[in-house]
Every structure is written in C-alpha cells, then in structure tokens.
C-alpha cells in the first residue's frame, strides 16, 4: 500500500494528523514526514509507476528519472531542515501548510504527466498562501491576496495550455515541449501558455514581483520554506519542458541583472534577500537557455546549491526578525556580539552565494559560467561576471555587514533557539561540504548527458560523465580577485561616505502598476479607482436621464401621431394585440416563403 | 570582511588592520595569477588583472547606479498604506 503513494504523498496524508497532535509530539510527527518520505523516495524504483487512464486523459503519476531525483532529493533535504528551523513554533496552521507545500512540491517534480503537474502547481500555489496569512498582519494579508491571484493565475494558464497541447497532440506526457529548433516564436500558443505559466512562477522580469512583495511578509519560519520549493519547481519545468529555447538566455541574463539594482538600496533585509533570490533564478535559466548537457546540468547543481545556501540565508536574517523583532537594515548593526553562531552562519551563507572558493556556489555556478564560455557567448558571459560582482554586493556583503557589523544599534538580545542553531549549523555544513567535495556530493548526481546525438536525461545504468575541475589555480585566483577587489571597492565606499545609507522606505517596483490605482491621495482623497467608479456611476445616471427624457419626448411625438391618426393607445392591450398580430404575421410569412 | 571577534570591531584601529590586510590581498592577487598556467576563454582574460579590475569597477557601477535609482523609485515608507 504505501510503496504504491506517489512521493510526497506522505507529507500530504500526513499533514492531516498535525492538528490531532500537540506539543512535542506534533514537533517530532513534523521532523519524521520528510525522513520517512525520503526512505520511500529511496524504496521506488526507476520509470514510470501509477498509470492510469481519466475519461480519454493517459495519466502518469510517477516518473522517476535522474531530473526529478534531484529536484525531489533536495526538495526533501529543504523540508527537513525548515521544519527543524520552525520546530519551536506552535502554530499547526503553518505546520500542515508547509507540510502540504513541501509534499505537493515534490508531487509535481515527480509528475510524469501534464495534468498531474497541474494539479500539485495548484496546491502549492493554494497551500503556500497559509504561510504568508500566518503573519496575521493586515500588510500580510493583502500581500497573500495578491500572492495567491497571480500564483491561481499562472495555473490557470497552464490548465489552458495544457489542454491546448492535448488538443494538438493527442497526448499529456510531460517531456521536451520546445521544438528542436529552440525558437518560442515557432512553438505552438498552447506550447506558449504553458511557458508563460512556467515563467510566471519561475519570477521573469516584470512577473517577478509577487516574490519580493509575498516572502517579506510572510512568517519567520514560513519564508524559509517558500525560498525553496515555488521557484525551484518552475526551474525544474523549464529544464524538463524548455531546455535549449534560446529566449532563456537573455531573459535569464536580465533576471540576473536588474534585481542586483534594487538590492542594493532596499532596506528590508528578507526582501534584499527576496531580489537576490530573483537573481540566482537568472543563472540557472540562462543554463536552461544555453542547452547543453554541462549548462543544463550547471542549473541542476546550482538550484541543488542554491536551495541549501538561500535557506541558510533566509533562516540567519529569520532568527534576526525573531529575536530583535525589526528585519530594517536601517535599525540593525553590530549583532555579532548577541548572535555570534547565527553571525557565522550567515557568513557561510553569504559566502556560498558570492562563490567564494570552497563554498557550494562557487562548484555550481563555474559549470554555468563555463558552458557560456565554452558557447564563445561573450556578451551572456559579462553580463553574469558583472551578476556576480552584484551579488558579492547585495548577499555577500550588506546582508551580513548591515546586520550584524556596521555600527552598533544598541539591540542586546538573545542568541537564536536552538533549533533555529541546528538547522543553520547542518545546512552551513552542507554548503561547505559540497564546496570541498564537489565530485561526489553533487557532479556524480547530475541528469544530463550528451548522448552525440543530443542533450538527454541520464538512466539510471549510465553514469555520469561529467568531465569539470572547479579547483584549478586559474579559476581559484581569478575568482578570489574579482570577489576581493568588490569587497575592496565596499571598503571605499563605505570609509568615504560614498556608500548609499540605510534610510527606512519603500522602493517601487513592478506591483506599482497594479497596487498605485487603488492608492488614495495623502490628505485622504479617493484613489484612482475610486474615483473612476465615481465617474463611470454619474455617467449611468446622466445617461439614464437622458434616456429617458427622450423617451417621454418620443411617448408625447407618438401620442400627439396617434390622437392626430384619431385612435386612443393608451391601453397596453392594444399594444399587446398588435404586437401578436405582428408575430403571427411573419411566423405565417417564414413558414410560407422561407 | 571583519572578523567576529568579540567587541574588537568597535575599535577603529581594528577595522583599519582588517582593511589593509584586504588591500595587501588585493595587490597580491594580481602577481599571483601569472605563477600559474593560464586558460583564458575570452582575450579580455588575458589583461594582467582583469578579474580585479572588473569586479571592482563593476562593484563601484552598480552601487553608483542604485544611489541614482533611489531618485527615481524611493518612497515614504507608509507609501502603499496611507
């Protein structure tokens, strides 16, 4: 019976005792889903399981390959150790929402059908909405609105390119949905919804901002499991569905890009980190873009990284939140000397990040870096250099400087909980044994092959092959120079007063378009919207007056024609009787001539 | 990057040991790279320092940039509550 659940079925059945249970023994239940998960994932074999049809619908609920392995191993590793970070909280809300996002997250990876797919993106999309909600501010509640509509959205238009597709092709499977060629342009519209879904929750420009307007708000604990699963599951369909679709390459490289800009001057931190997240996304897509078994290989080890080091980041500036109650660079400094553990742990974080040698990112990130140079892409390959400078900048450097150095604000406070300690301290050793041990902690894992005649997912009987020395002396150097010489140019900046301060505001950003119309004025004057409804119910009156008036004037013009004629009409019987002598007349002429 | 050792950081001095330190590490970097074989993609590469150079320009940009940025696009912070 339960070697037949699909993965993650288990955190969904599961989650459905937490409200039964209380305490430790709610706290212990939250630890043992993802274990006992994994040690199913483990059990299943390769291919395909759970085929069965629905009406006309050929449906795979399992499949099993080299891709989805990764993506699920890690999804499992992630919601292990959020949920030791948010053991200490005693809100079963969060709980089983975060039990259900994590379950249908590792559902849709392992989904081998498109309607599969479907119906997990949902549950992520509905049951990720509870973490922002649990904030119970009135901010967090209307940023989850907004959340949830754009999240439904992108599901609603997979669900119409879904059944497009079927339409066409007759079939569901989810495989390469691109055409060989690689060009959006001449890819079918239900091949295109199917992108545009995919891109909406991998956060492309200007579909980016439920990102950095959602997770800020959401909960200490509850960020750190949203920074994992939504994008990492839009990258996974992207590979799976769009690797090599040329598009990618600069819409990753502009994802990469223009996030670093606005981090730079944000003052929240969680939302410094939300844009640095964005900009992380851009390297693994432009991988996706480049489409070769080493680029797209590159996005698989680097979103394996990245979901490590960016939780180890959300969960260091969470303990902040939870232990000074303030998250505002612009009220933080000098932390280290309260938090020392959580000051070190951010550090690691950081510098996992920026792909400071032997840390994870600096394995992951080179494989991408290189398939670019290996394509002769130079421009691509500038454009993330300068990327990577930007985050040295914004993650290596403010998020720890601001917090925890800088000028000291006064906040004495305790060290973080010790859950919060244990989960941050195995997640910051994870990033540096996948720094030191690259080969055997992540290349030997990775799914692509280039079998000569094409990139393909790799059976589980070949072994991968992949050929790449992240440690020569060139790359250590080159890599040390650019990060040091940034962090010199901070120095500079910083002692020389050129350095922007921390001022408490708000940065506008593409939700301006959709959030400044149902703004009121500040001295309390109707916004936009208001004042648009305002009008458009004058308009209806006026217009309902004039109506009217012309129809007493048009009433008096057919009485005066009427009484002139010599007849009386102001009886509705009348009226009625030539309306049915009318009809018959031309139901008679219908039937007799057409 | 400062160390964590307790209260030391409140001493300018401190700060100004860790700064030049990371300003000898810089200098030393550049000379460093020429003892080892080199494997360039691109012939920028092969500029004596060009890694450095670059990160330090761009790191300078971008900082340059946001300061512009904040004209544009800062607000009060109650801008959406009001």
Redesign the interface.
């Given at each position: 019976m339960i070697a037949s659940l699909p993965p993650g079925m288990i955190l969904l059945i599961g989650s459905l005792l937490l409200p039964l249970l209380r305490g430790r023994i709610q706290a212990a239940w939250l630890l043992l889903l993802p274990a006992l998960s994994l040690l199913h994932l483990v059990s299943l074999p390769q291919g395909n399981t759970g085929e069965w049809s629905l009406f006309s619908y050929q449906l795979t609920l399992v499949r099993i390959d080299s891709l989805s392995q990764i993506f699920g191993f890690v999804f499992h590793l992630a919601a292990f150790l959020s949920a030791l970070y948010a053991l200490h909280v005693r809100d079963t809300t969060q709980h089983v929402a975060a039990m259900i996002y994590a379950g249908s997250a590792m559902g849709a990876v392992f989904a081998g059908d498109l309607l599969t797919l479907f119906v997990y993106w949902e549950i992520t999309a509905v049951s990720s909405v509870f973490l922002i909600w649990s904030s119970r501010t009135e901010s967090a509640y209307h940023a989850g609105m907004r959340y949830l509509v754009i999240q439904v959205g992108s599901g609603v238009l997979l669900l119409s390119g879904i059944l497009l597709h079927f339409h066409e092709t007759g079939s569901l499977v989810f495989n390469r949905l691109i055409g060989s060629d690689g060009q959006l342009l001449s890819a079918s519209p239900a091949v295109f919804l199917i992108f545009l879904a995919f891109g909406i929750k991998c956060a492309f420009p200007l579909l980016h901002n439920w990102l950095q307007d959602g997770y800020p708000q959401a909960t200490v604990t509850g960020t750190v499991f949203l920074s994992a699963f939504t994008t990492k599951l839009a990258v996974y369909a992207l590979a799976r569905g769009f690797a090599g679709t040329h598009l990618l390459i600069w819409i990753g490289l502009l994802m990469t890009l223009f996030p670093i800009f606005f981090a730079v001057i944000e003052n929240d931190l969680r939302r410094v980190l939300a844009y640095s997240l964005n900009n992380q996304l851009g390297f693994m897509v432009v991988g996706i873009g480049v489409g070769t078994a080493m680029s797209l290989n590159g996005t698989a080890a680097h979103a394996f990284a990245h979901i490590l080091y960016k939780g180890l980041l959300f969960m260091s500036m969470g303990a902040v939140l939870y232990r000074t109650g303030t998250i505002k660079a612009s009220e933080l400094g000098g932390l280290y000397k309260s938090m020392p553990f959580t000051t070190v742990f951010c550090m690691i974080g950081a510098a996992s990040i920026s792909a400071f040698p032997l840390f994870s990112g600096f394995v992951s990130k080179s494989l991408i870096l290189s398939a670019v140079a290996d394509n002769h892409q130079l421009v691509i390959w500038l454009g993330l250099l300068v990327a990577s400078a930007g985050v040295m900048e914004h993650s290596g450097i403010k998020i720890p400087y601001f917090a925890f150095f800088a000028h000291d604000a006064g906040i004495r406070c305790k060290e973080a909980p010790w859950n919060m300690l244990l989960a941050m301290g195995i997640t910051a050793a994870l990033c540096v044994l996948i720094g030191c041990l690259p080969q055997a902690l992540l290349y030997d894992w990775l799914p692509f092959i280039d079998t000569g005649t094409g990139v393909q997912v790799r059976a589980a009987s070949v072994t991968p092959e992949l050929n790449f020395q992240p440690y020569t002396s060139h790359h250590v150097v080159t890599q040390l120079q650019l990060l040091l010489f940034a962090t010199m140019a901070f120095a500079i900046l910083v002692r020389s007063g050129i350095y922007p301060p921390e001022i408490r505001s708000v940065n506008l950003d593409s939700d301006w378009f959709y959030r400044r119309p149902f703004l009121g004025t500040p001295n309390g004057g109707p916004s936009p919207v208001e004042r648009l409804s305002t009008w458009a119910q004058t308009l209806r009156q006026k217009t309902d007056t004039h109506v009217l008036t012309r129809l007493r004037q048009t009433e008096h013009l057919v009485r005066g024609f009427c009484s002139a004629c010599g007849r009386q009409t102001n009886s509705i019987r009348a009226m009625v009787v030539w309306v049915s002598v009318l009809l018959t007349a031309y139901l008679l002429f219908y039937y007799l001539y057409v | 990057?400062?160390s964590?050792n307790?209260?030391s950081?409140?001493d300018r001095s401190n700060v100004n040991k860790l700064?030049y330190g990371?300003?000898i590490?810089?200098g030393l970097?550049?000379p460093?790279?020429f003892?080892?074989?080199?494997?360039p993609?691109?012939a920028?590469?092969k500029f004596p320092?060009?890694?450095?150079?670059?990160?330090?320009v761009?790191?300078?940009a971008?900082?340059?940039?946001?300061?512009l940025?904040?004209r544009a696009?800062?607000?009060?912070?109650?801008?959406?509550?009001?």
């Open positions: - | 990057m400062p964590k307790r209260q950081l409140d700064v990371l300003y590490l810089c970097l550049v460093i790279q003892l080892f074989e080199q494997h993609h691109f920028v590469e320092g060009f890694y450095g150079i670059f990160g330090f761009v790191f300078v971008i900082v340059l940039a946001g300061k940025l904040r696009i800062m607000r009060e912070e109650d801008y959406y509550d009001r």
